[in-house]
């Protein structure tokens, strides 16, 4: 065995996968084996959900089945919103009360003796805790702006009810299209890492509900999913900044800061799924009148790409660059967008669990120690 360390884990493959194909180099990103420029213009949500967790793309009927099931599973128990006010009234950050309901939804989950390796249990359990993130966040918000959560719809689409919840007001079609089309964007994206911590946990015979509160809190950070709040409120600070975006990111890295929403471990092209949330983020711009958050970020793209040396660094705009611009446009709180991954991506995580379980091995690397191995052992009171 070799001693190397690949530090992050770069290149090494873990597992075999048929959920998602991504090409690096030509910035190509396949749910199996549909390419995400149609599924993002063709598929819905739920759609995709079949599709990641079944193998392939449903009929009529067995969308309609599948979609009417996941809608009759989206009520959370009230012991549920009771700690969700509790954590509104001490400000908790969104996604550490996301993480905080995922891991309680497990009490009211009707198959909680299931054995954890059965594949098809752990679909069921996903299933019910897909369909429960948006009410958990959109209840969530609501308890944190001073209103009463409003109750889910079975008659409304998965994006189009979570909408519905947060505001009290069914959603125009714009708003309730460009958030199925997010939710299909982030579903799923290989071994990335909340995908793989919940692989992790999933591969100890830990619960499903263990797994994928570990995919939460790994979602949660700034290299990862977190990026997308970063990238909005570096759009904020620099209109506020009254720097041209220019200025402003040149000051920004001549100061050591990374740029949120650029870089990615596999991609060295312009992610796929930035491709197509920038011609969103520009049309809901041109749409509103207000196009302002769409040119700073594309003018901050420009320069990073064409004069900064981003390109030949292999440096592009990953997901989270444009689509801060398209749910800031959609009214959206900031704070809730890496929430809003997590709620499309938790279809990813309960789709890579159900795979590893299947085919199971618990996941168990080295580290090259670099520690003493003869210290002397000085008893306590003469250190
Ligand atoms: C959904 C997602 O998770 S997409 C990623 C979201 N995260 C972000 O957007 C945060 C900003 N980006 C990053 O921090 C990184 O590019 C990551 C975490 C995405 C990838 O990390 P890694 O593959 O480990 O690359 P690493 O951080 O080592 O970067 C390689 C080089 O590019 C530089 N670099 C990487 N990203 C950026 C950036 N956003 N801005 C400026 N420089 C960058 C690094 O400083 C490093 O330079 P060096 O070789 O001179 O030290
Ligand atoms: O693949 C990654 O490392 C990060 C990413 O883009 C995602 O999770 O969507």
């Known amino acids: 065995m070799s001693g190397e360390v690949q530090k992050g884990l770069e290149g090494v493959v873990v597992a075999e996968s048929q959920l998602?194909?991504?090409?690096?180099?030509?910035?190509?990103?396949?749910?199996?084996?549909?390419?995400?420029?149609?599924?993002?213009?063709?598929?819905?949500?739920?759609?995709?959900?079949?599709?990641?967790?079944?193998?392939?793309?449903?009929?009529?009927?067995?969308?309609?089945?599948?979609?009417?099931?996941?809608?009759?599973?989206?009520?959370?128990?009230?012991?549920?919103?009771?700690?969700?006010?509790?954590l509104a009234a001490a400000d908790e950050e969104p996604m550490a009360a996301l993480r905080t309901a995922t891991s309680m939804l497990s009490a009211a989950d009707p198959e909680s003796d299931a054995d954890p390796a059965d594949g098809e249990a752990t679909l069921r359990k996903g299933r019910r805790i897909t369909a429960k993130i948006p009410t958990v966040l959109a209840a969530y918000q609501r308890l944190?702006?001073?209103?009463?959560?409003?109750?889910?719809?079975?008659?409304?689409?998965?994006?189009?009810?979570?909408?519905?919840?947060l505001t009290g007001a069914e959603p125009d079609d714009v708003a309730e299209e460009t958030l199925d089309m997010a939710l299909t964007l982030h579903a799923d994206h290989g071994l990335n890492a909340s995908t793989f911590a919940s692989m992790v946990v999933a591969s100890t015979l830990a619960d499903t509900y263990a797994s994928v509160t570990a995919g939460v809190g790994a979602l949660s950070g700034?290299?990862?999913?977190?990026?997308?709040?970063?990238?909005?409120?570096?759009?904020?600070?620099?209109?506020?900044?009254?720097?041209?975006?220019?200025?402003?990111?040149?000051?920004?890295?001549?100061?050591?800061?990374?740029?949120?929403?650029?870089?990615?471990?596999?991609?060295?092209?312009?992610?796929?799924?930035?491709?197509?949330?920038?011609?969103?983020?520009?049309?809901?711009?041109?749409?509103?009148?207000?196009?302002?958050?769409?040119?700073?970020?594309?003018?901050?793209?420009?320069?990073?790409?064409?004069?900064?040396?981003?390109?030949?660094?292999?440096?592009?705009?990953?997901?989270?660059?444009?689509?801060?611009?398209?749910?800031?446009?959609?009214?959206?709180?900031?704070?809730?967008?890496?929430?809003?991954f997590a709620m499309s991506r938790v279809g990813g995580w309960v789709a890579h669990i159900s795979e590893q379980v299947e085919n199971n091995r618990i996941f168990r690397p080295r580290a090259k120690y670099t520690g003493e191995k003869e210290a002397e052992w000085v008893p306590i009171e003469e250190r």
């Open 144 to 165: 944190r702006d001073g209103d009463e959560p409003v109750d889910p719809r079975e008659d409304l689409s998965h994006a189009g009810n979570f909408l519905y919840m």
């Open 222 to 340: 700034s290299l990862h999913g977190g990026a997308n709040q970063d990238v909005m409120e570096t759009l904020i600070e620099v209109e506020e900044s009254a720097k041209d975006p220019v200025e402003w990111v040149t000051d920004a890295l001549d100061n050591g800061r990374k740029i949120p929403g650029f870089g990615h471990r596999v991609y060295n092209v312009k992610d796929p799924r930035a491709v197509i949330l920038e011609e969103k983020s520009r049309d809901l711009g041109d749409a509103s009148g207000e196009r302002k958050w769409y040119d700073h970020a594309n003018r901050i793209e420009e320069y990073l790409i064409e004069e900064a040396g981003f390109r030949e660094k292999g440096l592009a705009p990953n997901v989270d660059f444009y689509s801060g611009t398209v749910y800031y446009q959609l009214g959206l709180p900031v704070d809730m967008f890496t929430p809003i």
């Open 20 to 86: 998602s194909y991504i090409d690096g180099d030509e910035g190509l990103l396949i749910y199996r084996g549909h390419d995400i420029e149609t599924l993002a213009a063709e598929a819905t949500y739920e759609e995709v959900l079949y599709l990641l967790w079944h193998g392939s793309l449903p009929t009529a009927d067995e969308l309609s089945e599948f979609t009417a099931t996941m809608a009759e599973e989206r009520t959370i128990d009230d012991s549920v919103l009771s700690t969700l006010a509790d």
